[in-house]
């Protein structure tokens, strides 16, 4: 049984359009000779080189490592290869009831049942291939070896991944989305550790493949495509596979075009196959430009829609302040209303002009962090405002700064033409990690830590948070109960207008 073959046959895994860089992929897997395929120029880009194409092993690499694009059947290579492991392998030095495994490891058992699945339903699927399967379930699958010794396919995921790599032989591993996998220094459950217990237990013509999309340039993975890649040796193979050669006819011209206009980590990843820039600014300064205001700095409140406010609060003193920002939306565009900063001043201070601040713009409730929040919604309490506490998590900071992100991609925001508040949204940084993105405020000399970004993004989300319909109604409701408020109704009509009224964030007596 050959990877190749399995991949390309009908009765397999029935990719019969198979590219250059993929068979050359199961022929490396293996061991075998390219023949034709040493010459061709995708394959060549893959290895590194013409000097990698002919410094491949002759025989079965240990290890295979392929980082390629989404949509290039890279893991359907590496489950193809699993396949072939459980009927070539050496069995002969085990023991009666010694059972070997092929493990499929994952970071989340969501991710990890995608390989599992598409092996069985391959094999049942498949008349020629069913007869191999002896028994399966959710996470194991039973084959039948020529020698009639069975061997394991064990689905596993996250911190059962250790256990299921020790105290047992290994016909092989698959750590699938092994780019976003960390190492010894990150955790517990790493790659680096899983590869320790792996590595001395394979039996012969057993192989270790560690697969995925390029991603932070970071962890074990990475450093293997650093340091091995043009390299090959009977020890490590890496290959990389971009979009257009892994699969043309879904990386076609167009699309790859398209990719690269609308979202530049997507197609570095995708197209060319190289993994994101560590470090890059959230923020496109043609976008800010492109959506600033030249004036006025502050919007007066008359000219204003229904307004929301977050701040950004601090402990004062020491140069570092309070941020307060005021948004509101007004033809279908989010308007940045004011920017301001109260600095080398406590939080009592700094709330009571940040309350009269709102008052103006009729805000009641602020929006806040975590951060000192029950004291600083008592202090707020004392001059009217309500501070709304929004605990800021690093999913929360992703999540709300690309927001506003794309509001501003999308030319759907306006921002103030403050100069502070313009060098807070440029200096923005978003860092790639092992498990996705996180949002980075660098700290300046003078304590500023983009204060008024964060306070904005707070802002923001109030704003794109709340129901369009929602707002719409909370303002004809607020103008009938103002209307009976200030009518010749009942005592107890008016009575209830203002239980209404401050069960909506308003303080009636001062209507």
Same mark, same amino acid.
């Given at each position: ?57 002759? #025989? ?72 191999? !399967? ?12 020529? #020698? ?57 013509? @057993? ?28 020890? !490590? ?203 980075? !405020? ?29 707002? @719409? ?39």
């Amino acid at each position: 049984m050959r990877t190749e073959a399995l991949l390309t046959s009908r009765d397999g895994f029935g990719i019969s359009t198979a590219t250059p860089v993929q068979r050359a992929a199961c022929r490396i897997r293996d061991g075998l000779p390219l023949g034709e395929l040493a010459t061709n120029p995708d394959v060549i880009a893959a290895l590194g080189g013409p000097e990698a194409v002919a410094a491949l092993p002759c #025989s079965k690499p240990i290890e295979v490592c392929e980082v390629a694009a989404p949509r290039t059947a890279k893991t359907i290579r590496a489950v193809a290869s699993a396949l072939v492991a459980t009927q070539t392998v050496d069995v002969s030095s085990l023991g009666p009831g010694e059972i070997p495994r092929v493990a499929i490891v994952s970071l989340t058992k969501d991710v990890a049942d995608v390989p599992f699945g598409v092996l069985i339903g391959t094999v049942i699927a498949s008349p020629v291939l069913r007869p191999l !399967l002896l028994e399966h379930s959710k996470e194991l699958a039973i084959f039948r070896h020529p #020698s009639g010794k069975p061997i394991e396919v064990c689905n596993v995921a996250g911190a059962r991944a250790g256990g299921s790599l020790i105290a047992r032989w290994l016909a092989g591993a698959i750590f699938d989305e092994g780019t976003r996998m960390s190492g010894a220094e990150d955790g517990v459950v790493n790659l680096d550790d899983s590869r320790s217990a792996v590595l001395d237990r394979l039996l012969p013509g @057993a192989q270790v493949q560690y697969i995925g999309s390029p991603w932070a340039p970071v962890g074990p993975v990475y450093e293997m495509v650093r340091d091995s890649w043009g390299k090959p040796s009977p020890e !490590l193979v890496v290959l990389r596979t971009t979009g257009p050669a892994g699969n043309p006819s879904h990386w076609t011209p167009e699309f790859c075009e398209r990719l690269r206009r609308q979202d530049p980590n997507a197609y570095r990843v995708g197209v060319l196959g190289e993994f994101v820039d560590a470090v890059t600014g959230l923020m496109s300064p043609g976008a800010v430009q492109r959506n600033t205001r030249r004036a006025p700095l502050e919007l007066p409140p008359e000219e204003c829609g229904q307004c929301f406010a977050a701040i950004d609060p601090s402990e004062g003193g020491d140069g570092n302040g309070f941020s307060l920002v005021v948004v509101d939306r007004k033809a279908g565009r989010v308007r940045v209303v004011l920017a301001r900063e109260w600095r080398n001043c406590g939080p009592e201070a700094a709330l009571s002009e940040i309350a009269a601040t709102c008052k103006r713009y009729g805000v009641r409730s602020c929006r806040t962090d975590q951060y000192a929040g029950a004291a600083n919604a008592a202090i707020a309490r004392r001059f009217g405002l309500k501070l709304e506490i929004a605990p800021s998590t690093g999913a929360s900071n992703v999540e709300n700064y690309t927001n506003l992100a794309t509001l501003a991609a999308s030319d759907e925001i306006e921002f103030s033409p403050d100069a502070t508040l313009q060098r807070d949204l440029l200096s923005i940084r978003k860092r790639a990690t092992s498990g996705g993105w996180r949002i980075e !405020l660098p700290r300046t000399g003078d304590r500023r830590h983009a204060d008024l970004a964060a306070a904005l993004a707070g802002a923001v989300a109030n704003v794109t948070g709340t129901n369009a319909e929602q707002i @719409a109604r909370r303002s004809a409701a607020l103008a009938r109960l103002r209307e009976q408020l200030e009518g010749d109704g009942s005592e107890v009509g008016r009575w209830i207008a203002k239980k209404k009224l401050g069960g909506l964030g308003f303080d009636p007596a001062e209507w």
